[in-house]
């Protein structure tokens, strides 16, 4: 049987098909992107009739494969062929076999972008010579699924900093996993805006209540406001320093 969480974000995806908001169907503390990965899940169940349990198992090991398959290239610029192959059996064998309740769940899913995503980063850093028919539908898988849980973000952004003093350069903001990671990220900022209001006004004030313990609205604004500026500003010295 596949982990109860999985469940509980395959029925949230179902109720999102159907039109329902979040809030008076499946209240969550998870965001959107949680609910809507779990889509295809849900989909290829209802298509083919497979039980949810079925469904998951064919669906991961799908996206299992696939990370393997990008893997294999991404791993032949740093090793032989047949130290590549071994790695990515390993892989296999690790995300199947020793995933255990793991198996299927969004950490799972994110580990299985992350991976050949930060590869790619160190490609783009050592200058190596790859197919853009590969890195960009890396960057862009690994860019969305990210998004499931925002503070893995530290990740690609420390393999970009890296980048950008190991090549004494400020313009990695204008290099292709920087650009797809601010594409998703906006993406994913008007789909929550027009597609889960309720998230941004109801459920998103109560996340910031319940682990930071604020009661009162006007302190809970003045904290994402301020957040938000925080990181704006970051930015507006960077390009600052960059055009300098």
Not at 161 to 177: G, M, P, Y
Request: aromatic share 14%; proline share 5%; with cysteine.
């Amino acid at each position: 049987a596949i982990n109860h969480d999985i469940y509980w974000l395959a029925i949230g995806a179902r109720e999102f098909l159907r039109g329902y908001s979040m809030i008076p169907a499946f209240y969550d503390n998870n965001p959107p992107l949680s609910f809507i990965v779990y889509v295809p899940l849900y989909l290829f169940s209802q298509l083919t009739g497979v039980t949810l349990d079925h469904a998951a198992t064919i669906t991961t090991l799908a996206y299992l494969l696939l990370s393997a398959w990008a893997l294999f290239p991404l791993a032949q610029r740093f090793m032989g062929g047949e130290e590549a192959f071994v790695a990515v059996v390993s892989f296999v064998i690790a995300g199947t076999a020793l995933a255990t309740a793991e198996f299927g769940q969004r950490d799972q899913m994110l580990v299985l972008a992350m991976l050949p995503f930060t590869i790619g980063q160190l490609i783009l850093t050592r200058r190596m010579d790859c197919p853009k028919t590969l890195l960009w539908p890396v960057f862009a898988a690994g860019a969305v699924l990210i998004l499931m849980k925002p503070h893995f973000g530290v990740v690609p952004a420390a393999f970009l900093i890296h980048r950008a003093v190991v090549q004494k350069r400020w313009r990695v903001v204008f290099d292709v996993d920087f650009i797809m990671l601010a594409a998703a990220a906006l993406a994913y900022v008007a789909l929550v805006w027009f597609c889960f209001p309720d998230f941004s006004t109801g459920i998103l004030p109560d996340m910031v209540r319940l682990y930071l313990s604020f009661d009162d609205d006007l302190i809970v604004l003045v904290y994402t406001v301020g957040c938000a500026v925080l990181f704006g500003s970051v930015w507006i010295i960077y390009g600052i320093i960059d055009r300098d």
